[in-house]
């Protein structure tokens, strides 16, 4: 068996459920803004579809914040109130790469708490996830084809983690 990589924790209690679905919901929070304020900026007629794509993808972080923050809710949890930070840049490029690195984080987050989920026997916050992981992996093919590269494998949770300890 190969141990070089964390497997994630599949049996879980409700209260880290809830806590899970609140960095999750730290993380919709984060798109709906960089989506909203990145649609607005970027500038170059290069840009004028994917500006375009930004902003419906801002609605739809959105649609997902209110379906995890509802499901929260329904667990007994308390929805958090403060996003993840979102980076600022003028660089088109970096805009979009820094999307892209958050989509990747999102589809890793989200497939691991579909398994929690699952385990825990809550089928329908599992289905909500599902539903929200299509748009996700939408997301990051939109992003991928703006940034003419293929979409890169998602960073799973506890790379993140290492990752944000640098
Ligand atoms: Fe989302
Ligand atoms: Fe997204």
């Known amino acids: 068996m190969n141990h070089t990589t964390k497997e994630p924790t599949i049996n879980i209690t ?15 929070y ?47 949890g308390m929805p958090c109130l403060t996003p993840k930070p979102v ?23 989200y497939r691991e708490r579909i398994r929690q989920a699952e385990a825990m026997g809550e089928f329908a916050l599992s289905e909500t996830l599902r539903a929200i992981i299509v748009q996700e992996q939408e997301h990051e093919i939109d992003l991928s084809a703006a940034l003419d590269i293929n979409v ?10 290492a990752a944000s300890t640098k």
């Open 14 to 28: 409700r209260e880290q459920m809830i806590q899970l679905l609140n960095e999750d919901l730290a993380g919709e």
């Open 30 to 76: 984060q798109a709906i803004i960089a989506y909203t304020v990145y649609s607005q900026v970027l500038k170059g007629a290069a840009y004028t579809d994917i500006a375009r794509e930004l902003e419906l993808h801002a609605s739809e972080e959105l649609a997902h914040a209110i379906k995890i923050a509802k499901q929260i809710d329904y667990l007994g």
């Open 152 to 161: 890169p494998l998602p960073i799973k949770p506890a790379e993140t983690k």
């Open 87 to 109: 980076k600022t840049s003028n660089d088109p490029v970096t805009m979009l790469r820094a999307d892209l690195e958050n989509e990747r984080t999102t589809v890793g987050r």
